[in-house]
Nanobody
């Protein structure tokens, strides 16, 4: 399984950006894709996740109402639409895949990771 994350960049506070995670390889039919982020001097934290088969979504409280995770079934891609961005959203964002149909919040449980894409939100 290979994951390719893209879409990071520099944006002003209040702006929007979409991250994409393209999955390839033997993913199977049932798996979960999650986004994590790691800010400067911080631990990696769960942001959002979606189950591929049922489209169940979860978000961490700090991004609820601002971020939307979605699947593009045709492109085998998971997108994270981020609106109303804040400086505290600044981090390297990683997508990860777990070969299961249950959303897991702990980074250590994910075996497959993308390379990370950096988001900087200026105030």
């Amino acid at each position: 399984v290979q994951l390719q994350a893209s879409g990071g960049g520099l944006v002003q506070a209040g702006g929007s950006l979409t991250l994409s995670c393209a999955a390839s390889g033997h993913t199977g039919r049932f798996y979960t894709v999650a986004w994590f982020r790691q800010g400067p001097g911080k631990e990696r934290e769960f942001v959002s996740a979606v189950t591929w088969s049922g489209g169940i979504t979860k978000y961490t409280d700090s991004v609820k109402g601002r971020f939307t995770i979605s699947r593009d079934l045709a492109k085998n891609t998971v997108n994270l639409q981020m609106n109303s961005l804040k400086p505290e959203d600044t981090a390297v964002y990683y997508c990860a895949l777990d070969p299961g149909n249950t959303i897991i919040y702990q980074a250590r449980s994910y075996n497959y990771w993308g390379q990370g894409t950096e988001l900087t939100v200026s105030s």
